[in-house]
């Protein structure tokens, strides 16, 4: 029953992860190697820069920063392509009713995501006229599990970080929920995120 919510994005309001694979596995694949969704999995809630690093990392490769910068930009051009066809119908189940309860009910509401096709991503799907906030990779450098970003979506609400509920999907954002002395819903399936306070596997199955 706290007052502000705080809402990751990439696996609690859409599934964003499948294009980032699909954007990550073209770029490797093209640098000679292969990216397995199990490798995907370890970069959900690791910003651009980080991941391209990772990915680099595991495929033995060694690039400049300026060769670095270019990967990172065209990854981002492909997977634009993909967020460039999303609508409504790619939020995740429950997710609208769940915003539209939570604002009615007058929750303050912001967005605590790494990524800074964040925005873009909202106004596509239809959802951005609910968040009074937005704290996304634009304005965030330090990555969950550092609190950073939730410390600033508490603060751009105007709330106390005990005031605050943070849904999650990632360890590393529970984590960073955590460390911020917030209460967190993870969203996953049995088993996942020990750490949460509570887990669902969707947003359709928290009873408002
Ligand atoms: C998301 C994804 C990550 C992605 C990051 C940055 O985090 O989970 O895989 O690397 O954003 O995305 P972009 O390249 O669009 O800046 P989150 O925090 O929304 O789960
Ligand atoms: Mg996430």
């Not at 910003?47 to 595991?58: A, N």
């Not at 303050?108 to 996304?136: H, Q, W």
């Amino acid at each position: 029953n706290r007052p502000a919510y705080i809402f990751d994005l990439d696996g609690v309001l859409v599934d964003t992860a499948v294009f980032h694979y699909q954007a990550w596995k073209r770029l490797a694949n093209e640098l000679g190697f292969d990216f397995t969704v199990a490798q995907n999995e370890q970069l959900k809630g690791v910003s651009r820069v980080e991941s391209l690093e990772k990915i680099l990392h595991w495929g033995g490769v060694s690039k400049t920063e300026d060769e670095k910068l270019a990967l990172a930009q065209q990854k981002n051009d492909w997977y634009l392509e993909m967020v460039a066809r999303m609508t409504a119908s790619d939020l995740l189940p429950g997710v609208l009713d769940f915003l539209e309860q939570a604002s009615s009910a007058g929750k303050k509401i912001s967005l605590g995501s790494a990524s800074k096709n964040a925005p873009l991503i909202l106004e596509k799907t239809g959802i951005a006229r609910f968040f009074d906030a937005i704290v996304d990779g634009n304005e965030v450098t330090l990555s969950k599990p550092n609190p950073e970003v939730f410390i600033c979506a508490a603060r751009k609400l105007g709330f106390p970080p005990e005031d605050c509920l943070v849904f999650e999907d990632a360890e590393a954002g529970v984590a960073a929920a955590i460390a911020g002395g917030m209460a967190v819903i993870g969203i996953g399936d049995e088993g996942a995120l020990p750490e949460a306070d509570v887990l669902v596997p969707n947003l359709s199955k928290l009873v408002y």
